[in-house]
């Protein structure tokens, strides 16, 4: 048991990794960060629209998909994993779609049976032809972000720009970015008020499957990273916290920007101190994050509502005693 | 339609879904081996003999597996029904993937795998965890799904840490916790198998006892409460019971899958049944198909894990539901659809052969199958096969290119121009609708009336005899008389 | 103002799960008129304008805008959903919901620009909420929401305006303010289509009464169609065999 938690050193928690190991972990944590970026802005719009567990059915699909890619395509190129990837994202939405529309098996238990049965697939696949595809079961699960390789380095115009993973990922980030702010009006009124989004000619059906088709190249390329499951924590930790602290989307996002930068770096530490995962360690991290600002949101957290309470409460007590 | 038949429908389904219970377990038999071939191919092991192995249970292993699985199957199935009937497969989810911080910390309590000290974390982990769900959807602006992922994801990341911390540890790497990801049947022990069994019994137990309760609660909450019973109380027991059924299903089925057999196996019984008792023991039945035909793949296949293997077994139990359940069934619906759609187009033949017979002030001997074909604007051919078709259904005879009525075609011919122009009648009169929109919706409606809903409108309606476009409406006496164009006795004129 | 008339309809069938909830509905509405819909429940009131904004599959029949069909003239239709149709915990000030409304005007790309932002203003101010258009949409009572909805539709700039029960749940004083915006707006040459479900006040509301159960039992000016009949006919449940029928129907033919 005391072997568990290793030793506690300050140096090596908190100084080394930005120092002299910053050409491995800084690199670690800027994946973590584009990782937890490019879910977080999605995972905005999926908690607005009450899907977020849509993350969690597409995250779960994706596993059949790529290892089909990997079996056709023979590589682990971005082309063949992000067709795999859209392919089986659609084939989950389409198969809780039929199930909830022509059954009357409701919805979260269409979800349920969909994502489980293809992950299920998937896993099987993976340990079938474990062989051809270096992908461990495990590493599904929870993703290496530590040893997604730092080589090649990709440059650009003279500019070395990262490892490729991280390129690629961030490449992602933004392109979410720029895709909100594009269509950051459609967006917002369709979440709002599909009604109002659809008798204003905006088409909140296409935006609907433009958002899914979003979700699965996000985590498909969040996936050698963090995983099946986690990459759930990285979708709704950042906007959830946010949501805590602010009432404006524009805050909502840029907050869980700084949730996603804090959440990685801390969970870096984290990792280096417990000798952990390292994307789990984030997780944690961003979690214990949400829990301070639930506690100690000015607005909403429960201090404050403690506080509101015994006030209105002390307000309250003597009441009974002027009536009489 | 006929209340003559409806008390033996029961009957006859309940019927139909022993049949295809039994369909079930004799497809997922034989297709067990021939999957297994593959699988076993793979991995370069003699399929054949692993099989006789597991069926005759030789060594101590293959019986703790099936025991495991038939326990396991059993108590998922069971709860699931709840879960699914209360629309909450969400949370057993979440419940699923909060539990593995407190498997790791009871792997730590004396470094190795004590069913008893396993269990106790994995339950506290459990319930901590659907807890937090419910303080956070209480007390923040969070949505429940939100507060479901984020639950489920963090517990999930806690528990990884952990594991991965302990595999660090000297004695950590042999300790086989790694198998509480995917589960493995083979690595059960007495001591599981007891506590497995003990968990099953006592869920079985409180289900039978409180069944009135869950099924009131289920049904509408807050009339429940109402009424005076304990709904928050029976909520929570539930949740207990889920924990205890997810936590003991852990070592088989794995942490990620676990709550696809509280599900799956729930969702395929809710196809087949309307009733919540029978739901609740097809699902029991259905888990232990699933648990045990997963522990069989994984035993002919020894690398692959089962909790997966189990999974794709429950859902082809759903698959085969989807597909042949007799009234929810896809193919139930086709062969609805398509035999509606094909009495239809003989009520819509007849209909012609009325107006064709009608327009020749009801003088003629029958109806050649060109005057048909020229009404209906088709081709002779068309013409032809409709005939057929009313030959097949005994609504007329053909001799020659000449179609002629038989009672039962003259008298249905009858009533659907009655029910098409009483229809007309109705919309216009009743319901205040220009006369020139009613046709389109009387094409529809004349094949549904049922006879109490004409009875009805001929009431409201006086017993009216003439439609709104100046044409005759058909009456009971005509229709019941043999009176008109069949092949038996010669058309009279009408009056 | 075109000289067509704002709305006609012809025909319209509509069918929620193969259930028809209208029935053959021709309406020729006039511009420039304060219109409530009335019937009892179920009778299918807001199906009617959903239906008319296309929000809703038609099953037969057709609608057309300042004749035309909806999308050519999007920007010419104002919407007031009911109130209990959004999340009004969503992330969003009283001014950003107004400023969807101008949202149809703006193309791809456009934010809503200065001279929005004075216009939604000046409609905030209308409604008399113009001290809460920076707090979040949660943190305002009933009558406040309705009347944030009915900014935004006045920020729309319609021609013709739809709106869902805009009076449920509010008080007194806020039911005569916002009836006086509607007013206004009628004034303006507007045309309004309100749905609604108080009787007594209908009477004193609306120029115009479409009474409606299934179909249109009647639509004329209100002191000709207010009658103890018609009523009588619109809520009497005259209709049993036609709903009858309807549940039949949908019976037969499942949902796919």
Redesign the interface.
Known sequence: MTSLIPPYDAHAVWVAPWTEQLSLYGWIAAMGFAVAAACGLVGNYLMLRRMALMGDAVSHSVLPGLVVAFLVSGSRSTGPMFVGALAAGAAATLIIETIHTRTRVKQDAAIGIAFSTLFALGVILTVAFAGQIDLDAECVLYGEISFVPLEPMVTLGGWTLGPEPFVRMAAVAVGVGVMILVWYKELLVSSFDPGLARSLGINPALLHYGLMATLSIVVVSAFEAVGAILVIAMLILPGSTASMLTTRLPKVHLLSLLHAALSSVLGVSLGIWLNCSMAAAMVVAGAVLFGLAWLASPSQGLVARWWHGRRRESVEQPAPGVGV | MRPAITPTVGWLEARAWLGYLGVLILGIALAAPAQAAG?GD??EIHWAEQATRFFTFQDATVRYALLGSIFLGLSCGLLGSFI?VR????V??ALS?AVLPGVALGF?WN?SKDPMAIFIGAMIAGLVGTALVSA?TR?????E??A???V???F???G???V???Q???TGNKSGI?KF??GQAAALGADDIKLMGAVTAVALLLVVAFYKELLATSFDPGFARASGLPARWIHHGLMFLLAAAVVIALQAVGV??V??ML??P??AA??LTDRLHRLVTLASLFGVAAGVSGAFLSFV?P???T???M??GA?FV?ALA?MFAPR?G?IA?WW?RRT?AARTRRENTLKSMFHVWEAAAFRAEGVTLTELAEKRRETLEDAQRLGRALVRHDLATLSGDVLYFTPAGKQRASEIVRNHRLWEL??TN?????PD??H??AE??EH???ET?VR??ER?LDYARVDPHGRSIPTPREIHGDAGLTDESKPRRKS | MSAESPLEIHDLTVAYHRKPVLWGVDLVVPAGQLIGIIGPNGAGKSTLIKACMGLLPVQSGWVKLFGQPFNKVATRVGYVPQRESVDWDFPVSVMDVVLMGRYGRLGLLRRPGKADRDLARSCLEKVQLLPYANRQIANLSGGQQQRVFLARALAQQADLYFMDEPFSGVDAATEAAIIAVLRELRDQGRTLLVVHHDLPTARQYFDRLLLLNMNVVAFGPTADVYTPELLQRTYGGRLTILSEVAQALGAQEPPR
Request: glycine share 8%; proline share 3%; hydrophobic share 55%.
């Open positions: 699988i793979l991995v699914v629309k909450m497969a969400l057993g989810d993937h730590l470094m956070i007390t923040t602006r969070l949505k799904d939100a479901l992922g984020l489920l994801a963090t999930f990341a806690a990884i840490c952990l991965t911390m302990i660090q540890l000297p790694d990801l995917f990620v899958l709550s696809a599900v799956t729930a969702a809710y196809l296949g690398s692959l894990p909790g997966p293997l999974v794709v859902s759903f989807f929810h896809v619906r609805r509606g109705y919309l009743s319901a205040g609708i220009a929109h009613v389109e919706d529809r409606i549904v009336l049922g809903v009805a409108l409201r």
